[in-house]
């Protein structure tokens, strides 16, 4: 069941989020204005497929390795670990360490602490804990249309009434769209001056907030759920794209996935047959691969050292 809200452009899922189906680039622009009704910070994220959750590349092929009594089990992937079995995945710290190595001399800035390398990694293609978010829907849009399979045969319509009754449906591409304050303090296991009664309300910045951030970096368990922070402007490639993060805790669940945020978050649901007029318009406006990566010579390093 679902409640219509706002000329219907938009529904409110029951037991989901908030979701809207665009068809065109000015539909997307409605919708848009519909969501941001305040002065909040509102970021965004673009999917090629609809399906994917919004669970970091890292731990998108965890294994479970003991179970909640400490026994060991036979590894089996594992999406959602809602049992508390521990769970092993990629080395991250290894790759972080040969991604430093390999490309020292191509940064005109050089990275202040262990978080800037990982927001680097990320944007260049190293799996890590963290999910790229924009301020900038335009380039959420170019991530949703870009490497999406638009060449299917599926109607417009199909693909409108597959996504009805399933809302990671395969016929399309999404944008998220999240206030990080609002998750923050639903989601973040930090407090205003430690105070248990006031939980963060804000993105946490990535320098007045490194000693507790740091904390999520390493395969430790000293914080389990994630927290939205502010990414620097370390790198171009990471100003072009508005860049912040998501950074996951011990507890691997997708954030769309914690039931206590899911009113707070808005899915946009583009029909794969409606990619093509998106792209377009994107080429129009100059968002495109060029202007959104900028050096490719660092993207080859990166997939030498996941392609090992």
């Known amino acids: 069941m679902s409640i219509n809200i706002d000329n219907s452009l ?4 029951e037991d989901s989020f908030k979701t809207a189906i665009v068809t065109n680039f000015v539909e997307y622009l409605e919708v848009l204005k519909l969501i941001r009704k305040n002065d909040n910070e509102l970021w965004f994220r673009g999917q090629p497929n609809a399906s994917y959750r919004l669970i970091p590349s890292a731990l998108r092929y965890a294994y479970e390795t003991e179970n909640q009594y400490g026994e060991l ?14 769970v092993a995945y990629i080395n991250i710290e ?9 490309t020292e001399g191509y940064f005109r800035i050089k990275p202040d602490n262990d978080l800037e390398w990982y927001f680097l990694a990320q944007h260049y293609g190293i799996p890590t804990t963290l999910l790229d978010w ?24 199909e693909a409108i009434n597959d996504y009805k009754n399933n809302p990671f449906s395969e016929l399309g591409a999404s944008i998220f769209v999240i206030d990080p304050g609002r998750i923050n303090e639903r989601l973040s296991p930090f407090f ?13 910045d990535t320098y007045e907030s490194y000693s507790i951030i740091e904390g999520y970096l390493g395969r430790n368990d000293k914080y389990l759920t994630p927290s939205c922070i502010k990414g620097t402007p370390i790198d171009k490639r990471i100003c072009r794209q508005s860049g912040n993060f998501t950074i996951h805790g011990f507890n691997i669940w997708p954030i769309d996935f914690y039931s206590s945020i899911q009113k707070d978050i808005y899915k946009i649901f583009i029909p794969n047959a409606c990619v093509k007029e998106m792209k377009d318009m994107l080429y129009i406006l100059d968002v495109s691969d060029e202007s959104i990566y900028g050096i490719f010579e660092i993207d080859s390093i990166s997939r030498g050292i996941t392609e090992k």
């Not at 089990?73 to 521990?86: F, L």
């Not at 290894?94 to 390999?102: D, Q, S, T």
């Open 192 to 204: 205003k001056g430690g105070n248990p009664d006031k939980p963060v309300d804000l993105p946490l």
């Open 10 to 13: 938009i529904w409110e899922n």
């Open 94 to 102: 290894n790759m972080i360490n040969e991604f430093k190595e390999l």
């Open 73 to 86: 089990v036979e590894p089996q992937t594992v999406s959602y670990n809602t049992k508390g079995n521990r």
């Open 134 to 157: 924009t301020t900038d829907p335009l380039v959420a849009l170019f991530f949703a249309t870009t490497n999406n399979d638009s060449n299917n045969n599926t109607s417009i319509e």
